[in-house]
């Protein structure tokens, strides 16, 4: 049995929490209602899955429950911005099942949503939307941190009885009625009350209202649409893949891909440095580390190796031996483990730590990184170089393998459609070049914190003129329906903005164009392209279709398309 990941150990997590919240559930609906376990939603068409469904007074509550683990710096985390926007998505799909039905009474829908650990480690404006949208907002946090209640209900919920849910709601029932003051027993009695406080203020109306009426008005013009629409070819075309074969294997036949692989490996020099490195197999990786290790002095202590190592010259070299000189510690010794967000010292992140500056933080960063090698037993230069060449190859592998396919800068469907459009004498631009302004979502003006711009978006002109705002992506096929939900929160709000208390479109005259690249011949479930069309986006898998599309509106261009 291989070792446990930390997404499987989250998933863990998560579904021994949802197991308690969903007991704390039961024990305040009680004889009086009913409650539903991950069950789906809708007779057919654009169903969702919730964590928790409950009944009582003849009103439905959809809820789903955050897991937040132990914070290490003070930023909050940004992974957690997908979730905020799938969550709601979730909730308007039973609102849009309604529409698809004609059924326009939602009074008897209610929505919650219940945090487990301190929600302040998400980005603020994830809570200030958490507020507006949700009808009860439940939040369980502990003095003290969060970690000592997971810890407990791992011991008490033990893999061994996850796959049976009612031996696991026994065993909560057990330690609600026990007597000892335990973290899960508290925390259980602090959901059932918010709960039944809530039940007692009359079921209160939804909150939903601005939201659901961005909903009617966009779906409305769209639904009567839906079944004309999907005649295109909607196959992968597998461009991401023919990337990475290129990007391993030096050549491609398709210069449309060569250019995308020299695209990426100018803006990531990590790629074509780790590449440089993992050839030759064990020889070519001892050469290598050699070349790391020239500059440093014999005798040198361990902390001047250290920041030798830490700023090369070469940018691919620093991103090497930062990976090198935070991950080797806990590869030799399980508890110096470490995950790259939680590097406790302040602006230090995951996304800055191989390759940010750090002036002012050197010494403290340098002192962090000594103390972990030297509890792994790593004291001297010459044990850090052969700790280097033992442990290191393996690491830089994987993050070559991870790098090659992850990250903001990795967008090969985007640089493949970019070059294919400018041949056809189109250009991709920015929103602020193209319009003059960033565009964002009617839901940054419901709260006065920027929750920011969607710089993902771009716009496509010819001759000058703007045809149409666009984003072309990769959905991978075990993510299609949660990337659905997330792209379509960026369309649906992007529509609107608030003026005066008033939803007012925005850039209606501009087709929000959605280019999918996935598996090659992979054809995603149609519903889930059905939800993404309603949100919005007009669809694409195929490179000619796209530019016979775009040059349709060229051609029927005759005034400035209005950008309000």
């Known amino acids: 049995m291989g070792p446990i990941t930390a997404r499987s150990t989250s998933n863990l997590r998560n579904e021994r929490v949802e197991r308690l919240v969903n007991f704390a ?31 009582k007074a003849n009103i439905t509550l959809y809820g789903q429950t955050t897991c937040y683990k132990e914070r290490g710096t003070d930023g909050g985390e940004p992974n957690k911005t997908y979730e905020m926007r799938e969550t709601l998505m979730e909730y308007l799909l039973v ?11 939602f009074n008897d829908i ?3 949503h219940v945090v487990v650990g301190d929600p302040t480690y998400s980005y603020s404006y994830f809570n200030d939307l ?14 003290g941190g969060v970690q000592n209640f997971y810890d407990e209900l791992e011991v008490l919920l033990p893999d061994s009885v996850m796959s049976d849910e009612d031996a696991c709601y026994s065993i ?8 000892n003051p335990t973290l899960t027993k508290s925390a259980i009695v602090h959901i059932s009350q918010k709960f039944n406080q809530y039940f007692s203020e009359k079921l209160p109306q939804g909150k939903i209202g ?16 839906i079944a004309a629409h999907f005649y295109k070819n909607l196959a992968g075309a597998g461009i991401k893949e023919k990337y990475i074969r290129a990007a391993k294997d030096d050549a491609s036949e398709d210069k449309r891909i060569e250019y995308v692989v020299k695209k990426i490996f100018t803006l990531r ?19 290598y580390v050699n070349t790391l290790f020239d500059h440093i002095p014999e005798n040198a202590d361990l902390s001047l190796a250290i920041e030798i190592l830490w700023n090369p010259k070469s940018p691919g070299e620093r991103e090497i031996s930062r990976r090198l000189l935070i991950k080797i510690p806990g590869i030799i010794s399980e508890s110096e483990i470490l995950y790259p967000q939680d590097i406790p010292i302040k602006g230090v992140t995951e996304h800055n730590l191989y390759g940010g500056d750090f002036d002012s933080k050197k010494i403290e960063i340098f002192q962090f990184i000594q103390k972990k090698f030297e509890r792994a037993g790593i004291v001297t230069s010459k044990q850090l170089k052969e700790s280097f060449v033992k442990f290191g190859r393996s690491p830089i592998k994987d993050g070559f393998e991870y790098d090659l396919q992850n990250g903001t800068v990795i967008r090969p469907t985007l640089y493949y459609l970019d070059y294919v459009l400018t041949q056809n004498g189109f250009t991709i631009l920015t929103s602020k070049q193209a319009l003059g302004t960033t565009i964002k979502g009617f839901h940054v003006d419901l709260f006065e914190i920027n929750a920011g711009s969607f710089n993902s978006i771009g716009v496509i002109q010819k001759s000058n003129k703007s045809l149409a705002l666009f984003k072309a992506k990769f959905f991978r096929p075990q993510e299609f329906d949660r990337r659905v939900k997330e792209e379509g929160f960026i369309s649906f709000t992007s529509y609107f903005r608030i003026k005066e208390g008033k939803l007012i479109l925005q850039f209606e005259t501009l087709p929000r164009i959605m280019f999918i690249d996935t598996v090659e011949g992979w054809k995603p479930d149609r519903i889930a392209l059905e939800q993404l069309y309603l949100m919005g986006w007009d669809i694409f898998f195929d490179i000619d279709e796209l530019i016979q599309y775009l040059e349709k509106i060229h051609n029927s261009f005759n005034k400035p398309m209005k950008t309000s």
């Open 25 to 55: 559930l039961y024990i305040a609906v009680g004889a009086d209602g009913f409650i539903y376990r991950r069950k789906s939603v809708g007779p057919e068409g654009f169903e969702t899955e919730f964590d928790h469904i409950i009944k």
């Open 172 to 179: 909560l029932d057990r330690s609600y009625h026990s007597a």
């Open 210 to 225: 601005i939201f659901r009426e961005a909903l009617n008005i966009l779906a409305k013009s769209r639904l009567p649409e």
């Open 269 to 287: 020099p990590f790629l074509p440095e780790a590449k440089k490195a993992l050839r030759g197999g064990s020889t070519g990786w001892n050469n």
């Open 95 to 105: 609102f849009l099942q309604g529409l698809k039905e004609n059924h326009l009474d």
């Open 130 to 143: 958490r507020k507006i949208f949700y009808d009860l907002n439940v939040v369980a946090n502990f003095e």
């Open 110 to 112: 209610r929505f919650f």
